[in-house]
C-alpha cells in the first residue's frame, strides 16, 4: 500500500472502537498514510430510531477526524432487520447527516452501498441508483461500492452494479434537491415493499465471461432496462 | 478556555487511560440510547418525508445534536472498558486540522477529494469494489478488474479472498495476512490490465 491509497480502520457500534484500532491508527499516522474510518450505524439497534441513529452518525463521523485523525469517513447507515444500506430509514439518515455534515463543514465524507438484491437484477440496479442519488444530492464526497445480496454472499459483486452507481450520481450532480426528493420517492416506494423476497441474482461467473472480463448480454439487458425505468421516474443516464 | 492542541492517537489513548470505567452493556442498552433521545427531544429533531432535508434549521440542528451527542457522551474502548471525553472546542480544533483535499493514487489515474458543497456539479469519487465481501480466490482479478475497467470508476476497494492457496483465510490466524497480502496483489494487478496502474486501492 502506498501513502496515497486509503487505509480503512473500522469503528465499533456505536461510539465505540479497540485497542487494535488505535494501534492500527498509531503507526498510519506516524508513517502519513491516507486515512479513511469507517462506521456503519444500525437503524433500530442501540441508537434506536432515524433521528436517534442519525445524532449518532454525526457524532460517529466528527470523532473519525477529531479523536483518530481520519482523513474521509465512511458512512453506511445500515437497516438492523434488512442488513441494508438502500432502505428508506437508511437513506433518509444518510442524507441527513451528509447534508448537516456539509452545511457546517468542509470535512471529507463518502458512504457505502448494501443492496438486498443480488447482481443481473433490476432491484440492485435500482436500489444502487437510489443511494447514489441520495448520496450525491446530500454532498457527499466520495461513494463506495456495491456489496450487492447484503455483502454476504460469495461472488455476488460485479462492475456492473458500479457502472451504474457511477452514472446515477453524474447524472444527479447538481439537481435541485426538491426534484431529487420526488424521484426518490417514486424510487424506493418501487422496491421497499420486496425486501423480504429480494431476487438472489447471478454470481460473477454467471454475469461475465471470467476470460475477456466482459459483462453478458444478459446483465446488459437488464442494465437497459433498468436506464429506461429511470429515465420514466425522472433520472435521465444518457444525457 | 483555549485547547491545547487538536487531538493525536496518542492524546486519545492516554485519555482512555484515564476515563471512567463504564460496563459495555450500560453504554450500549443505557447510555447511547438516552442521550440520543434526549437530544431528539432537545433539538426537536423530526425529518418528515424527504429523503434529503430541504431546510437549513433541519441540518444545523442535526449538527449540533451530534455535537453534542459526541461531547456530552464521549467515547468508549471495548477493551479497557473505559470511557474518554472531549470538549467542543478540541472538536472545532479536529475539524480544522483536518486536510480538505486529498489526492488518492497516483500519476495519469490519481483523482482529487475535495469538498462538493451541497449538489454541485462536480461528480462525487465513485469507489467501486466488493466492500469487503466474500471472492473466491481463483476469479479475484476478475471481479476486480471488471470494477477498475469502468469508466465512471476512479478508485478501488477490494472484497476479501475466502482462502489463500487453498486455505480459509481465518481472522486472527496467519492465513489472514497471506490473504490479505493477496489480496492487495491482485487488486494492483487488475488495475494494470485495466491500463489503470496508478489508481488508489
Not at chain 1, 54 to 59: E, F, G, K, R, T
Not at chain 1, 74 to 97: C, K, N
Not at chain 1, 162 to 187: C, D, F, S
Request: hydrophobic share 40%.
Amino acid at each position: 500500500m502506498r501513502g496515497c491509497d486509503p487505509h480503512e480502520c473500522s469503528q465499533l457500534n456505536e461510539l465505540k472502537i479497540d485497542m487494535a484500532g488505535l494501534n492500527m491508527l498509531a503507526g498510519w499516522t506516524a508513517n502519513g498514510n491516507t486515512v479513511m474510518i469507517e462506521q456503519m450505524p444500525m437503524f433500530g439497534g442501540y441508537c434506536g430510531g432515524i433521528e436517534e441513529t442519525a445524532i449518532c452518525d454525526v457524532a460517529t463521523t466528527l470523532a473519525s477526524f477529531v479523536l483518530f485523525s481520519g482523513n474521509f469517513h465512511l458512512d453506511g447507515p445500515i437497516h438492523i432487520r434488512w442488513g441494508i444500506t438502500t432502505s428508506r430509514e437508511t437513506l433518509q439518515i444518510a442524507g441527513h447527516v451528509a447534508a448537516a455534515m456539509d452545511a457546517n463543514t468542509d470535512l471529507l465524507i463518502a458512504n457505502q452501498y448494501y443492496t438486498a438484491a443480488g447482481p443481473c437484477t433490476e432491484m440492485c440496479l435500482l436500489e444502487t441508483a437510489a443511494q447514489a442519488i441520495t448520496d450525491t444530492a446530500s454532498g457527499r464526497e466520495l461513494l463506495s461500492g456495491v456489496a450487492a445480496s447484503r455483502g454476504v454472499t460469495q461472488d455476488k459483486a460485479t462492475g456492473m452494479e458500479a457502472r451504474m452507481m457511477g452514472e446515477a450520481a453524474m447524472a444527479t450532480a447538481g439537481m435541485r434537491v426538491p426534484e431529487v426528493n420526488r424521484i426518490l420517492e417514486k424510487m424506493v416506494s418501487s422496491y421497499e415493499n420486496d425486501y423480504a423476497n429480494a431476487p438472489a441474482g447471478r454470481t460473477f461467473r454467471e454475469c461475465y465471461d471470467t476470460l475477456t472480463v466482459k459483462p453478458t448480454e444478459e446483465y446488459r439487458g437488464i442494465y437497459d432496462r433498468a436506464v429506461k425505468k429511470l429515465s420514466g421516474l425522472g433520472l435521465n443516464l444518457l444525457g | 478556555m483555549a485547547t491545547e492542541r487538536a487531538l493525536t492517537i496518542f492524546d486519545v489513548y492516554d485519555r482512555f487511560v484515564k476515563g471512567r470505567k463504564v460496563p459495555e452493556e450500560e453504554w450500549d442498552y443505557s447510555i447511547i440510547p438516552t442521550n440520543a433521545t434526549e437530544l431528539k427531544k432537545k433539538y426537536k429533531l423530526n425529518f418528515g418525508k424527504n429523503i434529503i432535508p430541504e431546510d437549513k434549521a433541519t441540518m444545523n440542528n442535526l449538527f449540533n445534536a451530534g455535537l453534542e451527542m459526541l461531547v456530552s457522551t464521549g467515547f468508549y474502548n471495548t477493551d479497557l472498558k473505559r470511557v474518554l471525553t472531549v470538549t467542543e472546542s478540541e472538536v472545532m480544533e479536529g475539524i480544522k486540522r483536518t486536510p480538505k483535499q486529498l489526492i488518492i493514487g497516483e500519476g495519469r489515474d490519481a483523482v482529487r477529494l475535495c469538498p462538493r458543497k451541497g449538489n454541485g456539479p462536480v461528480k462525487p469519487i465513485i469507489q467501486g469494489g466488493p466492500m469487503g465481501a466474500p471472492v473466491s480466490e481463483d476469479i479475484f482479478i476478475q471481479v476486480m478488474q471488471s470494477f477498475a475497467q469502468e469508466a465512471s470508476v476512479d478508485t478501488l476497494v477490494n472484497g476479501v479472498m475466502s482462502t489463500i492457496e487453498g486455505h480459509p483465510a481465518t481472522t486472527n490466524t496467519p492465513y489472514e495476512i497471506r490473504a490479505t497480502m493477496a489480496e492487495i496483489r491482485a487488486v494492483r494487478e487488475a488495475c494494470i490490465r485495466t491500463g489503470r496502474p496508478g489508481m488508489g486501492i
